[in-house]
Nanobody, 115 residues
Framework: QVQLVESGGGLVQPGGSLRLSCAASGSIFSVYPAGWYRQAPGKQREMVATISSGGTLKYADYVKGRFTISRDNAKNTVHLQMNSVKPEDTAVYSC?????????WGQGTQVTVSS
């Protein structure tokens, strides 16, 4: 059984920074592909950033140059560094990962960008 737990969400002012973490626990035996997604109220969930098992990074256009996805393989943790945040970045951020043959999702963490 694998669990993903996000942390690091909260209230941040426009232009500020926040670092989200997604820690995986359970039966993990290799580096896995993972991603961050977000869902704002009344909107569909959208991809923010992904990292492949080989380290290839992909970003949504609206976060390029502001957000950075990274991983700590030793800790089975994927991070999302959010810089220069905007009010439109307000959403519930969730991580997912493909471990073995299954897709897992975390429970999500709220990010609110407001002055």
């Amino acid at each position: 059984q694998v669990q993903l737990v996000e942390s690091g969400g909260g209230l941040v002012q426009p232009g500020g920074s926040l670092r989200l973490s997604c820690a995986a626990s359970g039966s993990i035996f290799s580096v896995y592909p993972a991603g961050w997604y977000r869902q704002a109220p009344g909107k569909q969930r959208e991809m923010v950033a992904t990292i492949s098992s080989g380290g290839t990074l992909k970003y949504a256009d609206y976060v390029k140059g502001r957000f950075t996805i990274s991983r700590d393989n030793a800790k089975n943790t994927v991070h999302l560094q959010m810089n220069s945040v905007k009010p439109e970045d307000t959403a519930v951020y969730s991580c997912n990962a493909v471990i073995g043959t299954r897709l897992y999702w975390g429970q999500g963490t709220q990010v609110t960008v407001s002055s």
